[in-house]
């Protein structure tokens, strides 16, 4: 046996913004019963959001949103569609090719949240970017209905899913 098939797999996928991220399959967030209702914030302003389900905060992070010259609407939204591998119609990347937009939640005309590049600033054409691990999450507790709130003001809470099931934590 090698020294890496020895290695043990490990249960983390540790990026530079969450060190201490439980792998997906891992993760309890995932495997939660369906809450009875969820809503998805996003703060332009402090470029974060914070994932709520039954008026508690499940997940919260980071957010790219458009830049000056594409902003992203603002208002009271509900998604209106899903595809995990959806690609841009209007966009394409360094190759040519249609952009890649994986975890999409559509939730205005061409307005998508999904995965994508985070430069620490607003920076796409209107559609809101997320962590890899973020829109996994999302896309996969989000329905086609659910709430979505897009504000130009305020900041995310920090999220402690597991707070009142292990307070020693």
Do not use: W
């Amino acid at each position: 046996m090698t020294a890496a098939a020895a290695r043990p797999k490990p249960d983390h996928m540790p990026t530079k913004r969450h060190p201490n991220l439980v792998h997906p399959d891992k993760d309890l967030r995932y495997h939660f019963a369906q809450s009875q209702s969820r809503k998805l914030i996003i703060f332009l302003e402090s470029q974060t959001f914070e994932y709520l389900e039954d008026g508690r905060i499940l997940a919260s992070g980071e957010v790219t949103s458009g830049a000056a010259q594409h902003p992203t609407p603002t208002g009271n939204f509900r998604v209106l569609s899903k595809d995990a591998n959806k690609r841009s119609g209007s966009y394409t990347n360094y190759f040519d090719r249609p952009t890649p937009m994986p975890y999409s939640l559509q939730f205005y005309g061409p307005y998508f949240i999904h995965e994508g590049y985070m430069p620490g600033h607003r920076d796409s054409h209107g559609c809101v970017r997320l962590h890899y691990e973020d829109a996994r999450l999302l896309f996969n507790r989000m329905k086609i209905g659910d709430s979505i709130v897009v504000k130009n003001s305020g900041s995310a809470r920090s999220s402690k899913p597991f707070s009142n099931l292990f307070p020693v934590f």
